[in-house]
């Protein structure tokens, strides 16, 4: 069994929360590709009372930034951040929580710091995590998230220790960075323990398959370039579409290009996954009918993309009747 580990995504650590991690957005929507590949989902909620000790503002004489001596541990002191029950604390919107089998929360005691979804800094209490995972038969985690440099890392090392095998999964994490090369020096940290360090085309592909319903007029098109590229769209063809299954793009070469031209082919060819990123699917109609609306000027782009070549795979035909 393999579990993914989703770390502390929450609007405080996001773009315009209190502790925004930089790019932290960014992993969202890697997080949510990733997640179907996974027996089991967790989500870690740090989830502070107002008066934590490690929210500078809860000093007389202290800033964020400043590191302290708390309780025998160093502790970094932060701007106040996710507090229970606000809407900094809550799990980013844009994050597929329907596919978040549980969350476990931490640093609610307001005497000790927990960066670790296993366990405190102190490593006294246990969040249950550990002997969770063991009790759902997980033996390997892969861990995402913010921040690489600090709830991820402890989290990484937690893991190790408690006996799993485990990943990180580079692209979909992003660090604080407070003092300069603080996320390099974690990642060698984890690297020096046996977290194995991934990218996510590790475990989605390097390539999307996508298919495209056409005419005979663009497929001659498409074999002037050595069945490498897409033609320039018409100036009444503002969009791109290609489809994410075969059995649509058929129902369209049948029902569309057949009326059109009186023939219809079905291609099928394979685009770089870290391009399609920013193009959301779009559902058309029934929900087989996935589509990717992408704008004319970024079909060269897609072109330099595309790996290996365009195959014609299906081809339909209304023969005039014989008289
Ligand atoms: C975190 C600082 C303070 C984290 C949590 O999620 O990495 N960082 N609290
Ligand atoms: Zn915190």
């Known amino acids: 069994m393999k579990a993914l580990l989703v770390i502390d995504i929450q609007n405080d650590f996001l773009l315009g929360g209190s502790l925004a991690v ?27 009372p107002a008066e934590h000790s490690s929210f ?36 980013a919107s844009a994050l597929n929580t329907d596919g978040i089998d549980r969350i476990f929360q931490k640093g609610k005691d ?31 985690v892969h861990l995402v998230g913010v921040a690489t440099d600090y709830c991820v ?11 799993f095998e485990t990943r990180l ?9 407070l003092q300069p090369g603080d996320v390099d020096c974690a990642i060698d940290e984890m690297k020096n323990v046996g977290v194995q360090i991934w990218g996510s085309d590790q475990v989605l592909g390097e390539t999307v398959t996508l298919f495209r319903p056409t005419g005979l007029e663009e497929l001659k098109k498409i074999e002037k370039s050595g069945f490498t590229a897409w033609p320039p769209r018409l100036p009444d063809q503002p969009i791109f579409y290609p489809v994410l299954n075969q059995v649509y793009a058929e129902q369209i070469a049948r029902e569309w290009n057949i009326t059109a031209s009186g023939s219809g082919f079905v291609t099928r060819f394979r685009v770089k996954r870290s391009f399609l990123r920013s ?3 779009q559902i058309v109609g029934g929900r087989e009918h996935e589509e990717l609306w992408i704008p004319a000027e970024d079909l060269t782009e897609l072109n330099d993309n595309i790996v290996g070549k365009i195959e014609v795979i299906k081809r339909f035909e209304t023969f005039p009747m014989k008289v």
Not at 169 to 177: E, F, K, L, P, T
């Open 22 to 48: 930089p790019e932290g957005d960014k992993v969202i929507s890697v997080v949510n590709e990733l997640m179907p590949h996974y027996d089991l989902v967790i989500a870690t909620q740090d989830f502070h």
């Open 110 to 140: 307001p005497q000790v710091d927990s960066y670790s979804g296993f366990y405190d800094n102190g490593h006294i209490r246990s969040t249950g995590l550990g002997d969770f995972l063991r009790m759902e038969g997980v033996e390997e």
């Open 153 to 163: 890392k402890f989290t990484a090392l937690d893991a190790i220790a408690e006996g």
């Open 169 to 177: 999964i580079i692209d979909a994490c992003r660090g604080v960075n």
């Open 56 to 91: 500078a503002s809860n000093y007389l004489d202290r800033k964020a930034g400043e590191v302290i001596n708390l309780n025998g541990q160093e502790q970094v002191l932060w701007s106040d951040h996710c507090v229970a029950g606000t809407e900094g604390a809550a799990l």
């Open 279 to 281: 193009y959301p699917r």
